[in-house]
């Protein structure tokens, strides 16, 4: 079945300083990995995904992430954190070939000024 | 603005009332997702439904429906509400099903049982 972890409930990053969102997944075959963010009282909005390819993928608002088959990892990353960055993520993994759509449970970053 | 439209923003409701929550998907998207969010359970997938059929189905509950009508327009129906029903739902839209497409989340419709 398929699975995402996000093992950080919150992360805390003082402004300017990269940050690192983790994501482990868990499919039966290749999957299609998505970064969404939420702010508050808002939708979620997508910020980048993996298909094939580059494992670093490049999104909105300064995003990357690094796909990591043998690790079975995509990380969202970013080289120099804003205050506005401060929001809820969520990874999602979907099945190639499939319809459904797993969200893992958000982690909350903390942009410190 | 995404392009999906929720209605009502806003929704306060008795238990064991029957509520029902409207999206409109993106112009031109077939897939339309439904979602629940609360602070202990996260993002919760609810269903799918593509092009009027329904095509995947997640952690949704007997009391709880939808369907998807041939303007695409689709609507989520919650009966015999309880309190722990009470959360954010969200309505998301995509391209063509099966695919590496996306999701555009609308505002959400926030429901508080009463």
């Known amino acids: 079945a398929q699975s995402v972890a996000q093992p950080e409930d919150q992360v805390n990053v003082a402004e300017g300083n990269p940050l690192t969102v983790k994501c482990t997944y868990s499919?039966?075959?290749?999957?299609?990995l998505f970064w969404y963010v939420q702010y508050p009282n808002r939708g979620l909005q997508f910020l980048l995904k993996?298909?094939?390819?580059?494992?670093l993928v490049k999104g909105s608002y300064g995003f990357e992430a690094e796909f990591n088959k043998s690790q079975t990892s995509f990380h969202l990353k970013k080289p120099s954190a804003l205050v506005s960055d401060s929001a809820l993520y969520f990874c999602?993994?979907?099945?190639?070939?499939?319809?459904?759509?797993?969200f893992g449970k958000g982690t909350r970053l903390h942009i410190l000024p | 603005d995404s392009g999906v439209t929720q209605t009502p923003k806003h929704l306060i409701t008795a238990t064991g009332q029957r509520v029902t929550l409207r999206c409109s998907p993106r112009?031109?998207?077939?897939?339309v997702y439904w979602y629940q969010q609360s602070l202990d359970q996260g993002l919760q997938f609810l269903i799918q439904?593509?092009?009027?059929?329904?095509?995947a189905k997640g952690n949704i509950l007997e009391r709880f429906s939808a369907q998807q009508f041939p303007d695409l327009h689709s609507e989520l129906n919650l009966s015999s509400l309880e309190l722990g029903d009470s959360a954010l739902y969200f309505c998301?839209?995509?391209?063509?099903?099966?695919?590496?497409?996306?999701?555009?989340f609308g505002p959400g419709t926030r429901l508080t049982v009463l």
């Open positions: 998301a839209s995509s391209g063509k099903t099966g695919t590496y497409n996306e999701q555009f």
């Open positions: 499919v039966s075959g290749n999957p299609y």
């Open positions: 993996y298909i094939t390819g580059d494992n």
């Open positions: 999602a993994v979907r099945d190639r070939g499939g319809d459904k759509i797993i």
């Open positions: 112009s031109g998207d077939l897939s």
């Open positions: 439904y593509y092009n009027g059929e329904e095509r």
